[in-house]
């Protein structure tokens, strides 16, 4: 997995998809800072998924951004995405393996070295930490810290995602410290004092 540091954003989508999206997401994608989107539907049913991922994935082609898709590997084969991204009460990695092959697997490894060393161990493309801060998108169940990232980086080269309650005020620290990509949903989407596209340029 190449790193890009000036593509630093790893662009979680909206829990529902509505008509603006796709023009705002393109819009976003123009500013050339996303190197990931992750499709994140939780209460969508399998053949609207397919639909809506079909037509991101075609965005994010036409912008040289990885697609993948979150918990659902069999979705993600279906979409032929670049990959899929696995919590801790997902399929393990090895069985996603056997499914998408060599395509680009991520796991939440929360604040957990131990997880992490695991994941390193089963061979998992990027370790995604979090939350670093309250996020809007989920509950908060486990605190990351710099010191998390620090960790983390001693033990690995792999790329690694900070993820929680990112926006353009605390987004530095974690650059300075280690993170590779840090994974962003609602100061995009949620945010209630500017557009997604206002929102991404704060990030510079």
């Not at 399998?46 to 082609?61: R, S």
């Not at 070295?113 to 161990?121: D, G």
């Not at 609602?186 to 991404?200: L, R, V």
């Given at each position: 997995m190449k790193i890009n540091k000036k593509k630093f954003i790893y662009l979680i989508s909206p829990l529902s998809i509505n008509k603006s999206f796709y023009r705002d997401l393109i819009q976003i994608?123009?500013?050339?800072?996303?190197?990931?989107?992750?499709?994140r539907l939780k209460n969508e049913v399998?053949?609207?998924?397919?639909?809506?991922?079909?037509?991101?994935?075609?965005?994010?082609?036409?912008f040289n951004v990885?697609?993948?898709?979150?918990?659902?590997?069999?979705?993600?084969?279906?979409?032929?995405?670049?990959?899929?991204?696995l919590g801790q009460k997902d399929m393990?990695?090895?069985?996603?393996?056997?499914?998408?092959?060599?395509?680009?697997?991520?796991?939440?490894?929360?604040?957990?070295?131990?997880?992490?060393?695991?994941?390193?161990?089963?061979k998992a493309d990027y370790l995604a930490f979090g939350a670093f801060y309250l996020s809007k998108t989920k509950k908060v169940k486990y605190i990351a810290s710099v010191r998390t990232l620090k960790e983390a980086r001693r033990i690995t080269n792999k790329p690694i995602v900070a993820i929680g309650g990112i926006n353009s005020n605390n987004y530095q620290k974690l650059l300075l410290n280690k993170a590779n990509f840090l994974?962003?949903?609602?100061?995009?989407?949620?945010?209630?004092?500017?557009?997604?596209?206002?929102?991404?340029k704060k990030f510079k």
């Open positions: 994608f123009k500013e050339n800072k996303v190197s990931f989107f992750q499709l399998f053949k609207k998924k397919l639909i809506i991922g079909k037509k991101i994935k075609k965005i994010c082609k036409n990885k697609f993948l898709v979150n918990d659902d590997v069999l979705l993600a084969r279906k979409l032929n995405a670049d990959g899929c991204h393990n990695i090895l069985d996603a393996r056997k499914i998408i092959g060599k395509k680009i697997v991520g796991v939440t490894c929360h604040n957990s070295i131990r997880l992490a060393k695991v994941a390193i161990r089963n994974a962003i949903s609602g100061y995009i989407w949620k945010n209630k004092k500017i557009k997604p596209i206002e929102a991404i």
